[in-house]
């Protein structure tokens, strides 16, 4: 396992910002608001409600540690005039230096191309870190949005992967991958 070490600070277009999750940043009200409100919607954060807000942010924390994390590392997705969070993008590792990243956004900040910003942002960073061979977005059958915020982000469709889904029988994940700049 890689154990990725995160930036000094923030990452930032001058749209999005993503930085850490922390506990003293409001993250955690920030999820609790998102959960009071019924904003879940498409699970664009992970395993809320079936955890507290604190346990996904130490998750989040414990994934760029390099300690046991469900959900891998995260950033956070920040919008300038916002108080909280907006949206996520996470990372975890798979064999021979592949890195899937995974993005989600909060229902009332969709379709503004703020996700594919913040995607594209994490993938450039990640791929400018030691031991990283492939970028990669694995993306399920059905979800154009998601593969729309792919493709604007600079991935490319690589192959269809079939699977087996035990509760729905046979679904096609796509793999979306990032060319990556050979580097001197």
């Known amino acids: ?70 959900n891998g590392p995260a950033f956070v997705v920040t919008v300038a005039n916002e108080p909280g969070f907006v949206g996520v993008v996470g990372v975890s590792e798979h064999d021979d230096g592949a890195f899937d990243i995974g993005f989600g956004t909060a229902p009332a900040f969709r379709g503004r191309g703020l996700a594919s910003r913040a995607t594209r942002l994490a993938a450039d960073w990640l791929s400018q870190q030691p031991s990283v061979h492939t970028v990669e977005a694995l993306i399920g059958q ?32 796509r793999r979306y991958i990032m060319k990556l700049l050979a580097t001197s």
């Open 142 to 173: 059905g979800q154009r949005a998601c593969e729309r915020v792919a493709v604007k982000a600079g991935f490319a469709l690589d192959e269809a992967i079939p699977q087996t889904d035990p509760d729905s029988g046979d679904t096609v994940q």
């Open 1 to 70: 396992m890689t154990i990725l070490t995160a930036p000094s600070g923030t990452l930032t277009d001058s749209v999005v910002e993503l930085r850490l999750p922390a506990p003293d940043a409001g993250d955690i009200t920030t999820i609790n608001r998102y959960v009071e409100d019924q904003q879940l919607d498409g699970g664009w954060l992970p395993d809320v409600p079936l955890v507290t807000a604190d346990q996904l942010v130490a998750d989040w924390l414990a994934g760029w540690a390099g300690h046991q994390s469900r």
